[in-house]
């Protein structure tokens, strides 16, 4: 994850857009973002920062307030200050103490397969009706 000092690009405290931000570098928010946010970089929400929308991005910090969806392709990791309610979809998730987080939350690791492709395997025994485990009289 990129730190400040790396930033590609910064919306300073008092500002406030609506619409959709696009980038490829890191960018921190530090004002007010509603609409949507798509980047296969780093996406950091400052201690003052609230965004309202859809996230779409590699790796996410949240310090701030956001609320929506997201998806992030590697992280997401919300700190103290951080105050979460949103779906979150991600490859990994920190929550430090302190951190609100409300929602729900599902991990994957590349594609992961749809519900209907995946297959558990079953015990023969058990698909042929014979218990799994003997009871002693």
């Known amino acids: ?4 000092g790396n930033l590609d690009g910064h919306l300073g405290e008092g500002t406030e857009i609506d619409g959709t931000l696009h980038f490829k570098g ?3 928010i530090d004002g007010k973002f509603t609409g949507k946010v798509f980047s296969p970089a780093t ?12 996230v779409e991005v590699g790796e996410l910090a949240v310090h701030g307030a956001l609320s929506g969806q997201v998806r992030a ?3 997401v990791t919300i700190h ?7 779906d979150l ?5 920190v929550i ?16 992961a397969p749809r519900p209907e492709q995946a297959t558990v395997p079953v015990p023969e ?9 003997r009871q002693k009289r």
């Open 80 to 86: 103290a200050s951080g105050r979460v309610e949103a």
């Open 43 to 54: 996406l950091i929400l400052g201690p003052r920062a609230v965004l309202q929308g859809e």
């Open 26 to 28: 890191s960018v921190r």
């Open 89 to 93: 979809n991600t490859g990994k998730l």
């Open 73 to 75: 392709a590697e992280r």
């Open 1 to 4: 994850m990129s730190t400040p």
């Open 125 to 133: 025994r058990v698909a042929a009706g014979t218990p799994s485990v």
């Open 96 to 111: 430090e103490p302190g951190a609100y987080f409300r929602g729900r939350c599902e991990m994957t690791r590349g594609k």
